[in-house]
């Protein structure tokens, strides 16, 4: 199965300043479950990005550094071939899937995720109404015993190729924002088909300052990072 | 599709499937149209274009719909202020609508104060309770009996408390809020004669020096700025802007800075001097800009003779070499751009620091240019010195001369307790509060008349700041009322209808959505020739008048009579021995100034610098706390002049060893289950200065002691990151 699209993300840490608008916009756009303080110290907080803080130096000469990191939908996924059930497969635009109907909780692939990216749902999660009305009907209420991750936003994806396909054209660069990226104030965060060499993602992930996510394991991941700055950096 | 059938179509789709059975038929929804190249496809369902007012930046957002329940917020991509983008705030509004703890309808309380114990009562009963009582002022003949609380307003809201007040006949009306911009305002006023907040022209600076003005967390308009700040960094081909930030806490924005320097609190001023002492002795300024301001280097330099080097250096307490070097950069890279914000201004000697950036600006021809600092045309003018108003209301409120209060917002949690308020206002007989969560003044109220949600309401919102060219933002109800809440503003004006006689009179409006589309009208000057009606569907359809007639703020132009700035030193609450530290207390970027707590998102959004969710934290310098033996997330006091808090503490290498911060927002007594008992609010540490009219929120000492080695501290994160910095390469 080929497909004119390999979607993929450029993430500019030059440009992220941590805000934590992606994280929020994401939580609402995939129904991501309200976890609790108590779920939260047990480590099992259920948002598909965080952001990861890290301090660089001493006081007074000390840096903080913001690391967005979502499922960086690898090409070569150690998550993929472990499931038993095939709820994590790779589909031909070079998405990582999750079927969550089919997803038996074994917890493999979130065990052999090197970026810790999927979460399982170790509860079920509840919406005192009327605050269930906030949930989004374009995406499944996750229950119990299933694992779950960031698809970038597919069911936006497949809107955009049913709007193409009635149209007859392809999908336009920039037509299709995951709610991470369609918020994000200072624009870090690019999406787009990496392989039309063209597109905005295309050309900003042959930039200078790119690398990818703990590149030395060999995941070929979809996402790329551009470095961020510092004095070093001019 | 036409852009006309595409809007017809939707109007009637829309009033019929949402607005089924609505009171006014007024009230129809107009939806958002997307223009086919504007390049985003943000998902089918019906979008709504209206205005975020959580916080007062204002951005434009667009609802998505379905099913008559809004789903989801996104930026409106053509509102000038924030074009399409949204911080963590403007995307939980939603849950403002669907908080489960909403007040759904009117109350009256049954039990003692605060306890919370209310009775459902009509909408009837409600105004009739607060008209009777202010009936009884009227009879007695002492209007001034009545006071109006609010956060600042703007636009027809503002114009409307105000009539209401004015024809009452009661002076006690006072929109204060805890970060406001008044400081800035009176700098302003005093440099160039006129109170108008700077407009940053982030995007197109080459050097952005910073004085606590945390632009990408809270300050002004943090949308705006963050996605400046995009532009300044990555934006353009061959130049990355370079940012320097001084401030004695790394705040949000402070860690996207490439250098640091931890100023001493309160010395920013003296040293913003420093710098501009230096580029003047070094004529690195820029001549034609001193004489277009009518100022003389020489004169200057003699007047800044003061602020030599090893003096700015031992004030500030950062190295004499830093200093130098900030100073040739920030002179020597043109445009350069220099902030002054909140961290600054609340300090003892805030306005007059403020005013010395202000010069830095003139020094290096940044006024009125690409790349520096413009008058903002969002609220040319506003309060400048509401603190002031408030401390006047304070002590009306002691000598037990209002017998009702009326209050929007919750001042029970956002003014500070050590200006008396809380005291004060226990004495006044009969509180009407309009919240639409029972807060904490809510709790202590006798009546309770809820508000709608902002993506229930109709209005005006018009950014503090943010803007070259003055725009108004729109609200229009997303969705049918869920509960059987009232706005504001249409409470007001059946109260006036009911005292009848010249309160009717002043306020004939039959509702609010008729004397806002009357203003709205006003501002957008059209002719005789156009057709309202059809303008207003299409102002409601794009979001607000983002094109209007009112002129635009002169430049700035420092004022022929104002001295050269000379702040004074730094006063805090508190002597050093007892209380050895300064203590900082910074709105949360989740949180703002308490307006973001009840939601769950926020909530559980990690702190981006501390990644701690649901509580509050103090930040203590490595060092120090080592010195007092403490560790991660050990239980701590903080005890001030004013008051004693426990909280766990995170251990922070951002931060100067002599201070300790602690976030704003949480610590509520009520806001629904979400809010209530997270966390403390670190106002109740917050002393006041002496008899200072002036609201130095962080010009107070503390000291700290371990309690314990629990403080039920959760964060999401590991303390240092969960991967090696080294293996990802940042
Ligand atoms: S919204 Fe953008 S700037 Fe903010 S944390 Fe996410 S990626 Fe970074
Ligand atoms: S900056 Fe303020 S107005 Fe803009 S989205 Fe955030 S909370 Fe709303």
Known sequence: MTSQYRWGMVVDLDRCTGCGACVVACQAENNVAICGKKEISEG???????????????????????????????????????????????????????????????????????????????????????????????????????????????????????????????????????????????DALVFGNMADPRSRVAILSRSPRRFRLLEHLGTHPSICYLKGGGREHV | MKRRTFLQLGTVIAAGAVLDGCRSKNEQLIPYLIPPDEGITPGKGTY????????????????????????????NPEHPINRGKLCARGQAVVQELYHPDRVPHPLKRNGPRGSGAFTRISWQEGIGLLTDRLKALQREQSTNGLALLTPHLRGTLAELTGRFMRTFGSTNHVSYELLTPDLLRIAARRSFG???????????????????????????????????????????????????????????????????????????????????????????????????????????????????????????????????????????????????????????????????????????????????????????????NSFAELIALIETMRGGHVKVAMIHGDPLYSVPPATGFHDALAKVPFIVSFSSLLDDTALHADLVLPDHAALESWGDVIPVAGTREPLVGLMQPVVEPLFDTRQFPEVLL??????????????????????????????????????????????????GLFKTKSVQPTGYRWSSDAPPPLPEDPDFAGDQKTYPFHLIAYPATAFYDGRGAPYPWLQQLPDPMTTVVWGSWV????????????????????????????????????????????????????????????????????????????????????????????????????????????????
């Open chain 2, 494 to 543: 059946a109260t006036a209808h009911e005292l009848g006689g010249r309160m009717a009179a002043a306020l004939p409006d039959e509702s609010y959505l008729e004397l806002l589309k009357g203003a709205v009208r006003k501002q957008a000057g059209f002719g005789a020739g156009v057709d309202f009606e059809a303008a207003w569907v299409d102002l409601l359809q794009h979001g």
């Open chain 2, 194 to 384: 006129q109170p108008t907040l700077p407009y940053y022209d982030i995007a197109e600076t080459r050097y952005l020096l910073s004085f606590g003005a945390d632009f990408v967390d809270s300050h002004l308009s943090p949308v705006k700025y963050g996605s400046a700040f995009g532009e300044m960094r990555q934006g353009r081909d061959t130049v990355r802007g370079h940012f320097t930030y001084v401030g004695g806490r790394m705040s949000l924005t402070a860690a996207s800075a490439d250098r640091w320097m931890p100023a001493k609190p309160g010395s920013e001023g003296t040293l913003a001097l420093g710098i501009a002492r230096l580029i003047l002795a070094e004529s690195l300024y820029d001549s034609g800009a001193l004489a277009m301001n009518g100022l003389e280097a020489k004169k200057l330099l003699a007047a800044l003779d003061r602020y030599d080097l090893p003096r700015v250096a031992q004030l500030s307490g950062l190295p004499q070499g830093a200093i130098a070097e900030v100073a040739r950069e920030f002179a020597s890279t043109r445009p350069a751009l220099a902030l002054a914000g909140e961290m600054v201004a609340f300090q003892s000697n805030g306005p007059e620091s403020v005013r010395a950036v202000h010069l830095l600006n003139l020094l290096v021809g940044s006024l009125n240019r690409p790349g520096g600092i413009y008058p903002d045309a969002g609220s040319p003018s506003g309060p400048e």
């Open chain 1, 44 to 186: 099992r907080n259920m948002h598909w990005l965080r952001i990861e803080r890290f301090w660089v130096g001493q006081y007074p000469d000390v840096r903080a550094r913001f690391l967005p990191v979502l499922c960086q939908h690898c090409h070569d996924a150690p998550c993929e071939p472990v499931c038993p059930v095939y709820a994590s497969y790779h589909n031909p635009d070079g998405l990582n899937g999750q079927v969550y109907n089919r997803c038996v909780g074994t917890r493999y692939c979130g065990n052999n995720c090197p970026y810790a990216v999927r979460v399982f749902n170790f509860y079920n999660h509840e919406w005192p109404n009327p605050l269930d009305n906030q949930l989004s009907p374009d995406m499944t209420v996750r229950t119990r015993g299933v694992m779950e991750k960031c698809t970038f936003c597919i069911q936006r994806i497949r809107r955009a190729k049913e709007d193409a396909k009635s149209e007859n054209r392809t999908i336009r660069d920039g037509e299709i924002q995951p709610a991470c990226a369609q918020t994000c104030p200072t």
């Open chain 2, 48 to 75: 709504y274009a209206s205005s975020c007012n959580a916080c007062p930046a204002g951005c434009g957002i667009l609802v998505r719909v379905s099913e008559g329940r809004a789903k989801k917020i996104e930026g």
């Open chain 2, 619 to 730: 930040e203590i310098n490595p060092e120090t706390a080592a010195e007092h033996g403490i560790g991660f997330g050990d239980l701590v006091e903080v005890s001030s002049p004013q008051g004693t808090l426990r909280l766990p503490a995170v251990v922070y290498p951002g931060i100067r060893p002599d201070m300790v911060a602690i976030p704003l927002g949480q610590g509520h007594r009520g806001m629904g289950r979400y809010a209530q008992g997270q966390g403390v609010n670190p106002l109740a540490l917050v002393a006041r200065q002496g008899t200072k009219q002036q609201p130095a929120w962080n010009a107070t000492r503390v000291r700290i002691t371990r309690i314990s080695g629990n403080g039920e501290l959760v964060t999401a994160g590991h303390p240092q990151g969960s991967l090696r910095s080294e293996l990802v390469e940042i």
